[in-house]
């Protein structure tokens, strides 16, 4: 069983900055990629930033030059760095950690954390 534990999100204006945080627990093998999907109101999710066990990273272009992911392997926690945040970043952002599984790819989240971005 692993668990996702999300925190750091909130309200904040815009061009301000928030960090979110997702601490992994549990009976955790073969990490493929840690990230960040976000959903809006009315909208699919979406994949935001994506570091894999390898160090590769992949962002929303959206995102690119504004967000920052990182992750600390000891603590099995993975960061987002979010800076010069736009209104159009609201949205519940939801962690990810994706493990091989077989021939594929299982995908486990967090229960989300809404970011909250106006004046």
């Known amino acids: 069983q692993v668990q996702l534990v999300e925190s750091g999100g909130g309200l904040v204006q815009p061009g301000g900055s928030l960090r979110l945080s997702c601490a992994a627990s549990g009976s955790i093998f073969s990490i493929y990629a840690m990230g960040w999907y976000r959903q809006a109101p009315g909208k699919q999710r979406e994949l935001v930033a994506a570091?894999?066990?390898?160090?590769?990273?992949n962002y929303a272009d959206s995102v690119k030059g504004r967000f920052t992911i990182s992750r600390d392997n000891a603590k099995n926690t993975v960061y987002l760095q979010m800076n010069s945040l736009k209104p159009e970043d609201t949205a519940v952002y939801y962690c990810?950690?994706?493990?091989?599984?077989?021939?594929?790819?299982?995908?486990?989240w967090g229960q989300g954390t809404q970011v909250t971005v106006s004046s």
């Open positions: 570091l894999t066990s390898g160090g590769s990273t």
């Open positions: 990810n950690l994706a493990t091989y599984s077989g021939p594929g790819v299982y995908d486990y």
